[in-house]
């Protein structure tokens, strides 16, 4: 089974700063998707950007980029210009791209913003 | 209402209380799913409907029981559970069970099982 692995359980950044969180995975497939997702306090888990394995170039959605190194199987997140409204709980996911498999997720890092 | 909606928010049961969990999706989408999340731990996938047909039971103690009457809504029954059953429940819904689409989720249901 694919195992994905948030090494970080907490990490803070000061506003307007730049934050970096990790994620690895395990797998012997080459075709999958990975996602990091954002679950704020008491608030719905929503997706805040996507990478589709086979393609080198990485994600990018405004102030979050991803670095995707599929040989290494890291896929760290990168927010830019860190806002208050971005203190959440981060969770990395994978997928496999054969349909009817589920999504992995991994521990979570929780991210704090200081004012 | 839009996105994906759980009733109730809270719920505290005994163990011999029978209760259930509600989801909606207003998305039209055609999977659904609930997922455990306790802290510190991964998200825990317990079930998955495509079609109101269950696809995946992963291995989930029968104390749980889902139920899927159409695309739209998702049930999580539950009669007997413990206490290491309290957690976070989330269902989820996606366009279909492909890899790509990514997953919407409900609130959540905080359950304590006393």
């Known amino acids: 089974a694919q195992t994905v692995t948030q090494s970080q359980p907490e990490m803070s950044v000061q506003e307007a700063e730049t934050v970096t969180l990790s994620c690895t995975y395990d797998?012997?497939?080459?075709?999958?998707?990975l996602f990091w997702y954002k679950q704020p306090p008491s608030r719905q888990m929503i997706l805040v950007i996507r990478q589709e394995a086979y393609k080198q170039q990485n994600a990018t959605e405004n102030r979050f980029s991803v670095n995707f190194q599929k040989a290494a199987k890291s896929f760290s997140l990168k927010i830019s210009d860190s806002q208050l409204g971005d203190a959440a709980m981060y969770f990395c996911a994978y997928r496999s791209a054969r349909a009817g498999n589920q999504f992995y997720f991994g521990t979570g890092t929780s991210l704090t913003v200081i004012p | 209402e839009t996105g994906v909606t759980q009733t109730p928010r809270h719920l505290v049961m005994g163990m011999t209380n029978k209760k259930s969990l509600k989801c909606e999706q207003h998305?039209?989408?055609?999977?659904m799913y609930w997922y455990k999340q306790s802290a510190k731990k991964p998200l825990e996938l317990m079930f998955v409907?495509?079609?109101?047909?269950?696809?995946e039971n992963n291995s989930v103690p029968s104390r749980f029981s889902p139920e899927c009457p159409n695309s739209s809504h998702l049930f999580l029954h539950l009669h007997t559970l413990q206490p290491e059953d309290s957690a976070l429940y989330l269902c989820?819904?996606?366009?279909?069970?492909?890899?790509?689409?990514?997953?919407?989720f409900g609130p959540g249901t905080r359950l304590t099982v006393l």
């Open positions: 989820a819904s996606s366009q279909d069970l492909d890899g790509y689409n990514e997953q919407f």
């Open positions: 797998t012997s497939e080459s075709d999958y998707y």
């Open positions: 409907y495509n079609f109101k047909e269950q696809t």
């Open positions: 998305l039209g989408h055609n999977a």
